[in-house]
């Protein structure tokens, strides 16, 4: 039988397929993709060369990031996500691959082979319940992909049916059960404010959620606290810089809604986000020049992005995930 700690606000039970908040928390169905520990990995340095690198924070406590180890590949534009417990990477660029990675977000070190895509893919964004993931968008030939795998068993990614509409450079996030899609591009610089959502364990078609306020391609800067969904701006057409935070209800179909703005030069795209259930943070920037920074906003009680520290070198288009 698991064992259950109680540590302030939070029950652990331990065992690796449930964990929830106490005292009328948000449920966090199956562990979700939240955790303590913040993973970023690939990447452009210094917005051109691909990094195999992985860096890990502290999401609760502000400071630099530290070298975790490596993923098998050299890549940007990979999607992360995690059961709480373990985190996978698929996809990537410059040369579009269909490399799974993963690692145990407690353990350092260097990333094993996890399986492999349905397609070569990159601009894909993952998220999970804690239990199953998926995969989907792309720029082309298959903007539609969607696909799925489960983050405790090691193997190859299968279809999963398909989006409502097909693009690449959005954003994820889910509350345990439902995912959503958020923002992208359709390719050739046309960007989208669609919202696509389903239920993480059905396997259907994604459904129209509702529309962000602008178009533009969010990435991987999309975060959840379990209940509100929040996107960290990005590009909008024309290359133009999209610094509004967006959010929504992820229980409750409806457009998102301008929120605020972030604060300083993070007017920018190629975010990261991650969440411990409470803070997202934020990191792989690269306007008006990739840099180092991470910011951090409270889920619950949005404000400004404040700073949190630095990455371990000027990176960007990462592929985030979180664990405890």
């Not at 259950?4 to 908040?21: A, K, M, N, R």
């Not at 948000?26 to 340095?45: F, I, P, T, V």
């Not at 975060?223 to 929504?248: C, W």
Request: with cysteine; proline share 3%; hydrophobic share 30%.
């Amino acid at each position: 039988m698991p064992s259950t700690l109680i540590v302030g606000e939070v029950i652990h039970i331990h065992d690796l397929s449930s964990y929830s908040y106490a005292k009328g928390g948000n449920a966090k169905l199956g562990g979700g993709e939240w955790g303590g520990r913040g993973l970023n990995g690939g990447g452009a340095e210094n917005g051109s060369s691909p990094t195999n690198s992985i860096d890990y924070i502290n999401i609760g406590t502000s400071g630099n990031a530290v070298d975790f180890g490596d993923l098998t590949r050299s890549n940007y534009g990979c999607a992360g996500t995690s059961d709480g417990y373990r985190a996978v990477w698929s996809g990537g660029t410059p040369s579009k691959t269909d490399t799974m990675d993963y690692v145990e977000c407690l353990t350092l070190g260097n990333a094993t082979e996890f399986g492999n895509t349905t397609e070569v893919v990159n601009d894909n964004a993952s998220t999970s319940d804690g239990n199953r993931a998926i995969s989907a968008g792309q720029p082309t030939p298959n903007p539609d992909f969607m696909e799925t795998f489960v983050v405790r068993t090691a193997g190859n990614a299968i279809d999963y049916n398909e989006m409502v509409q097909g693009r690449g450079g959005l954003g994820a996030m889910s509350d345990g059960s439902r995912a959503l899609w958020c923002g992208g591009d359709t390719g050739g610089g046309t960007k989208r404010n669609e919202i696509d959502y389903r239920t993480i364990q059905t396997n259907t078609e994604a459904g129209d959620f509702g529309n962000l306020s602008d178009s533009f391609q969010p990435n991987q800067g999309c975060a959840s606290d379990g209940s509100r969904g929040i996107v960290l701006g990005g590009m909008g057409p024309g290359s133009t810089n999209y610094d509004q935070i967006e959010i929504m209800t992820i229980g409750h179909i409806a457009n998102a809604v301008d929120s605020g703005n972030e604060t300083g030069n993070t007017q920018d795209w190629g975010k990261a986000a991650q969440s411990d259930g409470n803070r997202a943070t934020y990191c792989g920037t690269n306007h008006p020049a990739p840099n180092n920074i991470i910011r951090y906003v409270t889920i619950g009680s949005l404000g400004d992005g404040l700073d949190f520290g630095d990455q371990t070198a000027a990176r960007d288009w990462r592929g985030p995930a979180a664990g405890a």
